[in-house]
Nanobody, 112 residues
Framework: VQLQASGGGLVQPGGSLRLSCVVS????????MAWYRQAAGKEREAVAA???????AYADSVKGRFTISRDNAKSTLYLQMINLKAEDSAVYFC???????WGQGTLVTVSS
């Protein structure tokens, strides 16, 4: 399986970004998917999850600001992030929770 995240960058506090993750090597439409992040010096944490049926779950720290979604036709997972805060700065990864492998992440830096 390959998980290629993109869309990170430098954004000011209060700004927005949309992350994308293209998944290959698996039948995407039947997969539960999730976004994780790891800030410098901190453990990796789950941010949002999305089942194949469309059910979502979010970490308390991002509820109301982040939205996870998917496009099965494009085998792509998204994370729309609004009202970004400095504490959202991290490397963001997408992952198939049921599997062990991690793809390359994408760096999000929130700073003025």
């Amino acid at each position: 399986v390959q998980l290629q995240a993109s869309g990170g960058g430098l954004v000011q506090p209060g700004g927005s970004l949309r992350l994308s993750c293209v998944v290959s090597g698996r039948p995407f439409s039947i997969l539960g998917m999730a976004w994780y992040r790891q800030a410098a010096g901190k453990e990796r944490e789950a941010v949002a999850a999305l089942t194949s049926e469309g059910e979502t779950a979010y970490a308390d720290s991002v509820k109301g600001r982040f939205t996870i979604s998917r496009d099965n036709a494009k085998s792509t997972l998204y994370l729309q992030m609004i009202n970004l805060k400095a504490e959202d700065s991290a490397v963001y990864f997408c992952k198939i929770p049921a599997e062990d492998s991690w793809g390359q992440g994408t760096l999000v830096t929130v700073s003025s």
